[in-house]
């Protein structure tokens, strides 16, 4: 079975600062990685995602994440946080190929931007 | 064009009472999804909808949960006899089957059903 850890439930941050936020995923197959980021009262929404190719990959807000096959970690990272980008983020993983291709989810990181 | 709406918003119910949640994907997305987000859980799948395939319900929590797919676009899930740990806020997202973005399922924006 796949499992996601987000190890930081809440991570507090000063406005400018560099921020990552951490994922691991433990599957026995391969598996596509998402970042998807849930602001307050809205929906999800997909930020970046792995799927092949180069294993660094950017969103155009300035997040980026690198898919770290032997370490199975997807972790994000952003050089310079706006107040903006307060929200909650959650990593997930879809089985490569599978039949169903529902998102196994993380329990959420909680980004507070501080000015 | 519109994305995947979800109503009501919010739902207030009482204990053993049944409520139904409804799910409209984007128009010509085949693949439709429910999850729950709760607290301590985070975002458990439930029910997935392919086409005209019988869904896949593994994810389920109990018998009282069921879910339909009229016509291949709109969804409602049913919760009967609902319990206070029901609450938790119901996400809905569909996905295309084909094109470059195949693999990316959107969201609605949730129903929070409360459970008193």
């Known amino acids: 079975a796949q499992s996601v850890t987000q190890l930081d439930s809440q991570v507090p941050v000063f406005e400018e600062a560099p921020v990552e936020l951490r994922c691991n995923y433990s599957?026995?197959?391969?598996?596509?990685l998402f970042w998807y980021v849930q602001y307050p009262n809205q929906g999800l929404q997909l930020l970046l995602k792995?799927?092949?190719?180069?294993?660094l990959v950017e969103s155009i807000n300035g997040f980026e994440a690198e898919f770290n096959k032997s370490q199975t970690s997807f972790h994000l990272r952003k050089p310079s946080v706006h107040i903006s980008d307060t929200a909650e983020y959650f990593c997930?993983?879809?089985?490569?190929?599978?039949?169903?291709?529902?998102?196994?989810f993380g329990k959420g990181t909680k980004l507070s931007v501080k000015p | 064009g519109a994305g995947v709406s979800q109503s009501p918003s919010n739902k207030v119910t009482e204990k053993g009472k049944d409520v139904e949640l409804r799910c409209d994907p984007i128009?010509?997305?085949?693949?439709l999804y429910w999850y729950r987000q709760s607290l301590g859980q985070g975002l458990e799948f439930l029910i997935y909808?392919?086409?005209?395939?019988?869904?896949?319900k593994s994810g389920l929590p109990s018998d009282r949960f069921s879910a339909e797919r009229t016509g291949g676009s709109v969804s409602t899930l049913t919760i009967q006899r609902t319990q206070q740990e029901d609450s938790a806020v119901y996400l809905c997202?569909?996905?295309?089957?084909?094109?470059?973005?195949?693999?990316?399922?959107?969201f609605g924006p949730g129903t929070r059903l409360t459970v008193l």
């Open positions: 997202a569909s996905r295309r089957t084909g094109g470059p973005s195949y693999n990316e399922q959107f």
């Open positions: 599957s026995s197959v391969s598996v596509y």
């Open positions: 792995y799927l092949s190719g180069s294993t």
């Open positions: 997930a993983v879809k089985i490569y190929g599978g039949s169903q291709g529902n998102l196994i």
């Open positions: 128009s010509g997305h085949t693949a």
């Open positions: 909808f392919q086409g005209n395939s019988a869904p896949d």
